[in-house]
């Protein structure tokens, strides 16, 4: 008895870990088996590759269960169905198979004559697992061991309520690695850098743009590795002694408590980037570096950085699908933006000036701005969100 005590504990263990993706799955499947003196065991979730039982390494048999059988088991459409009319009552409960399925049924199943019965599924117990539908564990003996009894159903029950947390737990996780995908994703697809980094400007997460920004030859910003190991971490560092000392001093304040601030960052061929450096959402931190809700979180600093002399100029396409300017009016408010006065651009267009006027006057109608000034300030604003550092 203390032996089947001590083997069901360290079975709830294993079933913990791997919900928590640090144990292995068919370490679990191992020690149901052992406990339940089976052969076989089934737990069908999802993932990458698609459904897959997670207790057992795939072989001809679970290959042909998943391929075919798996949908002519009658103990997994009994689950269906127990799920689907009775989930509350059924969910951690367990059952011998002939408690399930009628054994007469069974025995002259397509799934028992062609399957079951050579690959060691002809005993069952069943047990009722799932979240929004039915994920039983079955658990099987060949015809040379004999049935299962009543010890091992109260085993199995033992069992379901771990197991279906450890599910749970698997499918939060899941959830909250596809969270964290999509968030780098989406940094990724801002025009501007964006970084993340600790109070001592070790970078938790740079983006695209920032990364190409400081691998480059002339930047101000550089990222260095520091000691010898993969582990020992890289580092943001601005070229300047001046610059790195006030870099320091605005990451410090945002990993304090304090609001950070902004500086301008200049590199060796003259080129200016801005920097504004805050203190890093909680929920962003934790996303992008991997970081679990709960405990005691180090604060970071999100740095965005931008070049202010690489001038991005939305093209004559963007206005016309976002404001409905024709093609001459989107010219022509390309033209203004960058300086032109309505003489110029009637000059430069061959135009005469009240055809242009007549332009401006649909370009202020059509994207709401009151004058020339305000139409700017919406243009300055589509200029921050065109990619620079491509």
């Known amino acids: 008895m203390?032996?089947?005590?001590?083997?069901?504990?360290?079975?709830?263990?294993?079933?913990?870990?791997?919900?928590?993706?640090?144990?292995?799955?068919?370490?679990?499947?191992?020690?149901?088996?052992?406990?339940?003196?089976?052969?076989?065991?089934?737990?069908?979730l999802g993932g990458p590759g698609g459904p897959r039982n997670l207790l057992m390494p795939a072989d001809g048999s679970e290959t042909a269960y998943s391929d075919y059988f798996h949908a002519r088991d009658p103990y997994a459409a009994k689950a269906r169905y127990d799920f689907a009319t009775a989930r509350a009552y059924h969910l951690g409960n367990a059952k011998l198979g002939a408690e399930l399925v009628a054994e007469n049924d069974f025995l002259h199943s397509e799934f028992y004559c062609d399957f079951a019965r050579h690959h060691e599924r002809r005993h069952v117990i069943g047990g009722m697992a799932g979240l929004t539908e039915a994920t039983p564990i079955l658990v099987s003996r060949g015809d040379d061991t004999g049935a299962f009894d009543e010890t091992h159903v109260r085993l199995l029950k033992t069992?379901?309520?771990?197991?279906?947390?450890?599910?749970?737990?698997?499918?939060?996780?899941?959830?909250?690695?596809?969270?964290?995908?999509?968030?780098?994703?989406?940094?990724?697809?801002l025009p501007v850098?964006?970084?993340?980094?600790?109070?001592g400007l070790?970078?938790?997460?740079?983006?695209?743009?920032?990364?190409?920004?400081?691998a480059g030859p002339n930047s101000g910003l550089f990222s260095l590795?520091?000691?010898?190991?993969t582990g020992s971490g890289v580092y943001m560092a601005a070229m300047s002694r001046e610059e790195a000392v006030v870099l320091r001093r605005l990451v410090a304040s945002a990993t304090s408590g304090g609001s950070g601030g902004g500086m301008r960052v200049t590199s060796p061929n003259g080129a200016i980037v801005a920097l504004m450096v805050a203190p890093a959402p909680q929920r962003l931190a934790d996303d992008v570096s991997g970081s679990q809700a709960g405990g005691n979180r180090e604060p970071l600093a999100l740095i965005i950085l931008r070049p202010l002399n690489r001038k991005a100029v939305p093209q004559a396409d963007m206005l016309c699908e976002m404001f409905g300017?024709?093609?001459?009016?989107?010219?022509?408010?390309?033209?203004?933006?960058?300086?032109?006065?309505?003489?110029?651009?009637?000059?430069?267009?061959?135009?005469?000036?009240?055809?242009?006027?007549?332009?401006?006057?649909?370009?202020?109608?059509?994207?709401?701005?009151?004058?020339?000034?305000?139409?700017?300030?919406?243009?300055?604003?589509?200029?921050?969100?065109?990619?620079?550092?491509?």
């Open 2 to 44: 203390k032996d089947t005590e001590r083997e069901l504990a360290d079975c709830v263990g294993a079933i913990y870990q791997a919900g928590a993706g640090d144990g292995s799955w068919f370490d679990v499947g191992a020690r149901i088996c052992r406990v339940m003196d089976a052969r076989r065991a089934l737990l069908i």
């Open 159 to 189: 069992l379901m309520p771990h197991v279906q947390r450890a599910i749970e737990l698997r499918a939060r996780l899941g959830r909250d690695d596809e969270a964290v995908a999509l968030t780098r994703a989406a940094l990724d697809a």
């Open 193 to 199: 850098g964006v970084s993340i980094v600790d109070a």
């Open 202 to 214: 070790k970078i938790r997460f740079i983006n695209d743009l920032a990364r190409k920004y400081l």
């Open 225 to 229: 590795r520091s000691g010898p190991y």
């Open 325 to 390: 300017f024709s093609r001459a009016e989107a010219e022509v408010a390309l033209a203004l933006t960058g300086g032109a006065s309505a003489e110029d651009v009637a000059r430069g267009r061959g135009v005469s000036l009240m055809t242009v006027r007549s332009q401006i006057r649909s370009i202020l109608g059509k994207s709401e701005a009151d004058n020339l000034r305000d139409f700017e300030r919406t243009m300055a604003t589509l200029e921050a969100l065109v990619p620079q550092l491509r």
